[in-house]
């Protein structure tokens, strides 16, 4: 069972744009503030815009401790954020999610684009691979992922996904409450393959 003395580090996806709705920005400042009051070090992809700048800006100005990891053809492009504990650059986005991965006991992303799903995804993948067997959360802040969330249960229905592997994803909408669940969480692998004509 994983608890509050084996997560120490929480990698956060998110979208390097702030979205349409103030609310995004809010819980993105509540999660870093939460971190950093939990003592939780926040993993991230390194860069001062959009959401991921607000939560990494948040946990520091708690008193967290921030590690961002970058490619180099992005800090070139003046996004890298300076002010964090620190700042590992690596030759590639593919080393970069690697990294980040290896770095964190836990997975959050928060609302984004193509890059936050294409990292969430990834990780979720590998847990139902059994290449890890650390919690993985989606923040579903205001709705936001709620189409995909049915689309999650569509792929159930439709027997391309085992019903216990759609529960290796944990979704909620508030941060405290998503935070206890990644703490309580308790891994539970079953093999990706779903043979033809099985009943779920």
């Not at 002010?83 to 997975?107: C, N, P, Q, V, Y």
């Amino acid at each position: 069972m994983i608890n509050s003395n084996t997560i120490k580090n929480i990698c956060v996806y998110c979208g390097s744009s702030f979205g349409r709705q103030a609310v995004y920005i809010e819980t993105a400042q509540a999660l870093g503030e939460l971190l950093a009051e939990r003592g939780i070090r926040l993993i991230y992809g390194g860069a001062k815009v959009g959401l991921m700048g607000v939560v990494a800006d948040a946990a520091l100005r708690n008193g967290g401790e921030v590690i961002g990891v970058i490619p180099d053809s992005l800090v070139t492009h003046e996004v890298a954020h300076t002010g964090l504990t620190d700042l590992i650059i690596t030759d590639s986005m593919h080393t970069r999610k690697m990294r980040m991965a290896e770095l964190a006991d836990a997975f959050i992303a928060l609302p984004g684009g193509w890059g936050t799903l294409d990292e969430l995804f990834e990780v979720l993948t590998w847990a139902q691979l059994g290449f890890h067997q650390k919690p993985c959360g989606l923040l579903n802040v205001a709705g936001y992922y709620e189409g995909l969330k049915q689309f999650f249960k569509h792929t159930v229905e439709e027997a391309f996904v085992r019903s216990s592997n759609y529960d290796l994803l944990l979704i909620e909408s508030e941060p405290n409450i998503l935070l206890n669940r990644l703490l309580q969480y308790e891994s539970s692998h079953t093999p990706k393959w779903i043979k033809p004509a099985e009943k779920l």
